[in-house]
């Protein structure tokens, strides 16, 4: 029974990758929608074969057979060893339930990741090269911080070997969301702003094209999140059948007070508020949430989406106006931003693993290897990549958008006109 309730979460993720694609999207021109949602649909392909092929090999799952080395008189997990091909578990029998589940979700899992940056190098990044990138998440990068926490890595053995709270992920904030949204930030860096998004050194806006899609896609992302939550809650947690109800109950809380804090910003910063920065919002909840999903209270899990919605709205400003960072979707701050912060939330609100100190320093070592460890490894395969295959599209192909330039037709070809009288050339 409890793997058919598991199944039944991580059948539901893939509805977190269909939101997220349409907010992409529909924050984006219009002119590179139909590129927008192809090019998710080939990273989480691409992401999904990679991974069950080989980045699994490297994730493991705790249990499994795994790279070991010896440190301080510490035995120290850093990489899974199981078989390449998902030869571990199967065919069905071969390995474990946990193995084969662990398997599913995290095929789901790593195309999320995939699909973050997406946002980020929105009318200017290539489609091959959005696939490269999307392979190196899944073989390379992602299995790397995957194994280190759900696959029963050093970060899940602190207690074991320094008698420290394990670093707790829940839901992946950081596993997931922090690992795209550094990627997000990576691709920025390496593809630059898009024509006229800051001439003469001053942000000029850029609106999306259907906000009504963005809001309806924060609808399906609810539903995603849920059942990412709850898989990883089961799997790598024990959660018991009430704690999947508390799930359910914390991503809305987070996810409405999350948005409900950007509205109420935004009226205050604009004097009226702003329907794409509140949609951030909403997934900024959501995203700060996943840490310690299964283990907050509703009041907890009210109070860490307040704070989400009002960081997202302030490092959207922060990375656009101060440090001229093009991120038309916010996947930066969404993704990257809350995520470390949900992180860090859990550390001081959620039930303390021995004492709060305790708890707080296992969170701050995992915030500690994302930032030390996981960015300079993402960043410098995004430099290699660039190299390898470019990842920005030429001038005419910016200005003529990457319907036309990639795919041949655009999303709308009898409805758009394509101008940009609101930019200057």
Request: proline share 4%; net charge neutral; with cysteine.
């Amino acid at each position: 029974m409890g793997i058919v309730v598991c199944l039944f979460f991580i059948v539901l993720t893939p509805l977190a990758i269909a939101g997220l694609a349409l907010i992409h999207q529909g924050l984006g021109r219009s002119r590179s929608a139909a590129h927008t949602m192809l090019a998710t649909l080939c990273a989480v392909s691409v992401a999904a074969i990679v991974f069950v092929l080989v980045g699994s090999a490297w994730a493991g799952y705790s249990g499994g057979p795994q790279h070991l080395f010896l440190a301080g008189g510490f035995p120290w997990d850093w990489l899974g060893r199981d078989r390449f091909f998902a030869d571990g578990v199967f065919p069905v029998g071969r390995g474990t339930p946990v193995g084969l589940l662990s398997l599913c979700l995290q095929m789901f899992a790593v195309g999320i990741v995939a699909a973050i940056p997406i946002s980020t190098g929105s009318d200017r990044w290539r489609l091959g090269s959005i696939c490269a990138v999307s392979a190196a998440l899944a073989a390379i990068v992602y299995p790397v911080f995957s194994h280190a926490v759900w696959g029963g890595g050093w970060l899940a053995q602190l207690k074991a070997n320094f008698g420290l709270a394990p670093f707790t992920d829940v839901g992946g904030a950081g596993v997931v969301q922090v690992v795209g949204g550094f990627s997000a930030l990576s691709v920025a860096w390496v593809l630059g702003p898009r024509q006229g998004k800051y001439a003469d050194g001053i942000a000029s806006a850029i609106p999306g094209h259907n906000i009504v899609q963005v809001l309806f896609g924060c609808l399906l992302a609810l539903v995603g999140w849920i059942g990412l939550d709850a898989a990883g809650a089961m799997l790598f947690y024990r959660a018991s059948p009430e704690q999947l109800v508390t799930v359910a109950i914390n991503a809305m809380l987070a996810a409405s007070s999350g948005l409900l804090a950007a509205v109420v910003t935004t009226r205050l910063r604009y004097r009226k508020p702003d329907s794409s920065i509140s949609a951030n919002g909403w997934v900024a909840g959501l995203v700060a949430s996943s840490a310690g999903c299964c283990y907050l209270s509703p009041g907890q899990a009210v109070f860490i989406g307040i704070i989400a919605g009002g960081l997202a709205t302030w490092l959207v400003e922060l990375f656009e106006m101060t440090l001229l960072v093009d991120d038309p979707g916010g996947a930066i701050s969404v993704h990257a931003g809350a995520g470390l912060w949900g992180l860090l939330a859990f550390g001081l609100l959620g039930p303390a693993n021995g004492s709060r100190a305790s708890s707080l320093l296992g969170e701050w070592i995992g915030v500690a290897t994302l930032l030390g460890l996981m960015f300079p490894l993402i960043h410098g395969v995004n430099l290699l990549l660039n190299r390898l295959v470019p990842y920005r599209v030429d001038r005419d192909g910016d200005w003529q958008g990457m319907d036309i330039r990639e795919l041949g037709s655009g999303a709308y070809p009898e409805f758009v006109i394509h101008a940009d009288e609101f930019v200057p050339r």
